[in-house]
Protein backbone atom coordinates (compact mmCIF):
# COMPACT_ATOMS: atom_id res chain seq x y z
CA UNK A 1 0.00 0.00 0.00
CA UNK A 2 3.04 2.26 1.18
CA UNK A 3 4.46 1.54 -2.46
CA UNK A 4 1.32 2.36 -4.58
CA UNK A 5 0.93 5.85 -2.38
CA UNK A 6 4.54 6.89 -3.38
CA UNK A 7 4.33 5.58 -6.63
CA UNK A 8 1.22 8.15 -7.44
CA UNK A 9 2.64 10.70 -5.51
CA UNK A 10 5.94 10.87 -7.97
CA UNK A 11 3.10 10.50 -10.85
CA UNK A 12 1.44 14.08 -9.68
CA UNK A 13 4.26 15.56 -8.54
CA UNK A 14 5.91 14.91 -12.23
CA UNK A 15 2.18 15.70 -13.80
CA UNK A 16 2.45 18.91 -11.78
CA UNK A 17 6.35 20.04 -12.38
CA UNK A 18 6.76 19.29 -16.20
CA UNK A 19 4.72 22.62 -17.18
CA UNK A 20 7.14 24.07 -15.37
CA UNK A 21 10.11 22.62 -16.53
CA UNK A 22 8.90 22.89 -20.13
CA UNK A 23 8.65 27.10 -19.59
CA UNK A 24 12.06 26.58 -17.98
CA UNK A 25 13.53 25.01 -21.24
CA UNK A 26 11.94 27.52 -23.40
CA UNK A 27 12.88 30.55 -21.37
CA UNK A 28 16.62 28.70 -21.45
CA UNK A 29 16.51 28.39 -25.12
CA UNK A 30 15.07 32.12 -25.75
CA UNK A 31 18.25 33.16 -23.58
CA UNK A 32 20.67 31.41 -26.09
CA UNK A 33 18.81 32.79 -28.81
CA UNK A 34 19.54 36.27 -27.39
CA UNK A 35 22.89 35.88 -26.64
CA UNK A 36 23.37 34.65 -29.92
CA UNK A 37 21.92 37.64 -31.33
CA UNK A 38 23.93 40.01 -28.77
CA UNK A 39 26.85 38.25 -29.93
CA UNK A 40 26.34 38.59 -33.66
CA UNK A 41 26.13 42.36 -33.42
CA UNK A 42 29.06 43.15 -31.47
CA UNK A 43 30.74 40.88 -34.51
CA UNK A 44 29.12 43.46 -36.95
CA UNK A 45 30.00 46.11 -35.06
CA UNK A 46 33.53 44.74 -35.06
CA UNK A 47 33.25 44.57 -38.85
CA UNK A 48 32.52 48.02 -39.63
CA UNK A 49 35.22 49.49 -37.26
CA UNK A 50 37.50 47.47 -39.15
CA UNK A 51 36.21 48.62 -42.24
CA UNK A 52 36.32 52.25 -41.10
CA UNK A 53 40.05 51.69 -40.55
CA UNK A 54 39.97 51.18 -36.61
CA UNK A 55 41.25 48.51 -34.55
CA UNK A 56 38.51 47.36 -31.86
CA UNK A 57 40.89 48.90 -29.09
CA UNK A 58 40.31 52.59 -30.86
CA UNK A 59 36.79 52.24 -31.12
CA UNK A 60 36.15 50.98 -27.48
CA UNK A 61 38.66 54.04 -26.45
CA UNK A 62 36.22 56.32 -28.80
CA UNK A 63 33.03 54.76 -26.76
CA UNK A 64 34.10 55.12 -23.64
CA UNK A 65 35.28 58.90 -23.83
CA UNK A 66 32.00 59.51 -25.34
CA UNK A 67 30.15 57.89 -22.46
CA UNK A 68 32.23 60.20 -19.93
CA UNK A 69 32.30 63.25 -21.76
CA UNK A 70 36.21 63.49 -21.86
CA UNK A 71 36.50 64.24 -25.19
CA UNK A 72 36.60 67.01 -26.91
CA UNK A 73 33.96 67.93 -29.86
CA UNK A 74 35.43 68.80 -33.43
CA UNK A 75 36.43 71.80 -34.03
CA UNK A 76 33.60 73.57 -36.34
CA UNK A 77 36.04 76.68 -36.65
CA UNK A 78 39.96 77.25 -37.64
CA UNK A 79 42.39 77.17 -34.85
CA UNK A 80 43.49 80.10 -36.59
CA UNK A 81 40.25 81.67 -36.11
CA UNK A 82 39.80 80.51 -32.51
CA UNK A 83 43.07 81.92 -31.51
CA UNK A 84 42.11 85.55 -32.94
CA UNK A 85 38.97 85.38 -31.40
CA UNK A 86 40.69 84.56 -27.46
CA UNK A 87 42.91 87.15 -28.24
CA UNK A 88 40.41 90.03 -29.01
CA UNK A 89 38.13 88.80 -26.19
CA UNK A 90 35.38 87.24 -27.43
CA UNK A 91 33.27 84.33 -26.38
CA UNK A 92 31.86 81.32 -28.49
CA UNK A 93 28.15 81.22 -28.24
CA UNK A 94 26.34 77.96 -28.43
CA UNK A 95 23.58 78.97 -30.78
CA UNK A 96 21.69 75.28 -30.18
CA UNK A 97 22.34 75.78 -26.71
CA UNK A 98 22.40 79.51 -25.69
CA UNK A 99 25.19 79.12 -23.72
CA UNK A 100 28.35 81.13 -24.32
CA UNK A 101 31.97 80.06 -23.26
CA UNK A 102 35.09 82.60 -22.55
CA UNK A 103 37.54 80.01 -22.70
CA UNK A 104 37.56 76.20 -22.27
CA UNK A 105 36.85 72.85 -23.58
CA UNK A 106 33.86 73.83 -25.56
CA UNK A 107 35.03 77.27 -26.84
CA UNK A 108 35.23 77.31 -30.77
CA UNK A 109 34.25 73.68 -30.69
CA UNK A 110 30.50 73.04 -30.42
CA UNK A 111 28.45 72.23 -33.68
CA UNK A 112 26.42 75.46 -33.79
CA UNK A 113 28.15 78.48 -32.88
CA UNK A 114 29.83 82.00 -33.16
CA UNK A 115 32.01 84.29 -32.06
CA UNK A 116 30.99 87.52 -30.55
CA UNK A 117 31.45 89.96 -28.01
CA UNK A 118 30.38 89.21 -24.42
CA UNK A 119 28.55 91.96 -24.71
CA UNK A 120 26.66 90.69 -27.88
CA UNK A 121 26.08 87.90 -26.72
CA UNK A 122 24.20 89.10 -23.05
CA UNK A 123 22.46 91.32 -25.05
CA UNK A 124 20.62 88.74 -27.57
CA UNK A 125 19.90 86.57 -24.58
CA UNK A 126 22.34 84.24 -24.15
CA UNK A 127 23.76 83.39 -20.65
CA UNK A 128 27.15 82.69 -19.41
CA UNK A 129 28.41 78.72 -18.80
CA UNK A 130 28.43 77.40 -15.66
CA UNK A 131 32.04 77.08 -14.87
CA UNK A 132 33.18 73.37 -13.51
Not at 67 to 93: M, N
Not at 113 to 126: D, V
Request: glycine share 6%.
Amino acid sequence: MKHRTFIWFCAMLWIIALPALSAFQVDQAAGSAATTEKKAKVKTKAKKAEQAGQTESESATSKAREATGAHRQVTTVPESEIAAAKASGKVWVNTETGVYHKSGQWYGATKQGKFMTEQEAIKSGYRAAKSK
